[in-house]
T-cell receptor, first 115, second 117 residues
Framework: QQQVKQSPQSLIVQKGGISIINCAYE??????FPWYQQFPGKGPALLIA?????SEKKEGRFTISFNKSAKQFSLHIMDSQPGDSATYFC??????????????FGRGTQLTVWP | DARVTQTPRHKVTEMGQEVTMRCQPI?????VFWYRQTMMQGLELLAY????????DSGMPKDRFSAEMPDATLATLKIQPSEPRDSAVYFC???????????????FGSGTQLSVL
């Protein structure tokens, strides 16, 4: 049973456009929601993360929007660049505030940004 | 530049053979994870350790998989006997659990690509 559901599976965006990836969860015990970026042949790398006590977090061109009542969160990439082309994973964890607990990953979104 | 080191990067073996994957976490990190990535299942946790003690190995097939931390600088994942369905990329990740929590971060290695024929 997939604890975190992610969509879309793939996304094609033009350079300069906005990329939006959505995730949903059921377990209200989750208290940490990170996004990871993975390039071919590499391990996932932490991109940005949020806790359920805030509705939005922004770091540069990357923004997480969090809707606690709907149990949904999304990643927005503003001004998408070809270098952003990668696979993005949302995840969730429940480890009493620690970010180093078991992560439940979404299935991933393959983002392609056309120049 | 500190990083998680995994060896080997690639491994091709025959069904029934023993496979050992090694991971050197970032120096000083006290939490180590093993994740497996496949097209069918995505990224899933196999096991993880804190201060070398196993915390959760519920994702690991106990009959053939074993994970250990002989010391703080080495984590191992063994498969015996290996099967074709074990073909996947195995990632090790490490982090330091601390306060405040905002200082915590998980770092992944580049993975071991395992093919069992």
């Amino acid at each position: 049973q997939q604890q975190v559901k992610q969509s879309p599976q793939s996304l094609i965006v033009q350079k300069g456009g906005i990329s939006i990836i959505n995730c949903a969860y059921e377990n209200t015990a989750f208290d940490y929601f990170p996004w990871y970026q993975q390039f071919p042949g590499k391990g996932p790398a932490l991109l940005i993360a949020i806790r359920p006590d805030v509705s939005e977090k922004k770091e540069g061109r990357f923004t997480i929007s969090f809707n606690k009542s709907a149990k949904q969160f999304s990643l927005h990439i503003m001004d998408s660049q070809p270098g952003d082309s990668a696979t993005y994973f949302c995840a969730a964890s429940k480890d009493r505030g620690s970010t180093l607990g078991r992560l439940y990953f979404g299935r991933g979104t393959q983002l392609t940004v056309w120049p | 530049d500190a990083r998680v080191t995994q060896t080997p990067r690639h491994k091709v073996t025959e069904m029934g053979q023993e496979v050992t994957m090694r991971c050197q976490p970032i120096l000083g990190h006290n939490t180590v994870f093993w994740y497996r990535q496949t097209m069918m299942q995505g990224l899933e946790l196999l096991a993880y350790f804190r201060n070398r003690a196993p915390l959760d190995d519920s994702g690991m097939p106990k009959d053939r998989f074993s994970a250990e931390m002989p010391d703080a600088t080495l984590a191992t994942l063994k498969i015996q006997p290996s099967e074709p369905r074990d073909s996947a990329v195995y990632f090790c990740a490490s982090g330091y659990q601390s306060l405040p929590r905002s200082n915590e971060k998980l770092f992944f290695g580049s993975g071991t690509q395992l093919s069992v024929l």
